[in-house]
């Protein structure tokens, strides 16, 4: 079993900067497909980042805003976001499953709580 815990979240200003992180335990984590996924009120929850050993891909509406990135010492997973805006705000889940692939959101084994974003205009 993997336990995530997100931590990072909280209220930024539209241009603003923040960093989530998603600390694991229960097992390393250094050979999972790891990602961020968020959920505002009344929508899905979308696709926003994921790293594997390879490389890593963003959700369409990143756009070079985001970096998602890894600290295998730590078995902690980040999501970098600058140039926030409003339409940002939302709950942001870290999620792992073990795996060298890129993997859909219900592929995924293990999910945190979430972290709230909000981004004021």
């Known amino acids: 079993q993997v336990q995530l815990v997100e931590s990072g979240g909280g209220l930024v200003q539209a241009g603003g900067s923040l960093r989530l992180s998603c600390a694991a335990s229960?097992?390393?984590?250094?050979?999972?497909?790891m990602a961020w996924f968020r959920q505002a009120p009344g929508k899905e929850r979308e696709f926003v980042a994921a790293i594997r050993s390879s490389g890593s891909r963003y959700g369409d509406f990143v756009k070079g805003r985001f970096t998602i990135s890894r600290d295998n010492t730590k078995n902690t997973l980040y999501l970098q976001m600058n140039s926030l805006k409003p339409e940002d705000t939302a709950v942001y889940y870290c999620a792992a499953r073990d795996g060298s692939r890129w993997y859909c959101r219900d592929e995924y084994t293990y999910w945190g709580q979430g972290t709230q974003v909000t981004v004021s205009s």
């Open positions: 229960g097992r390393a984590t250094s050979n999972y497909n």
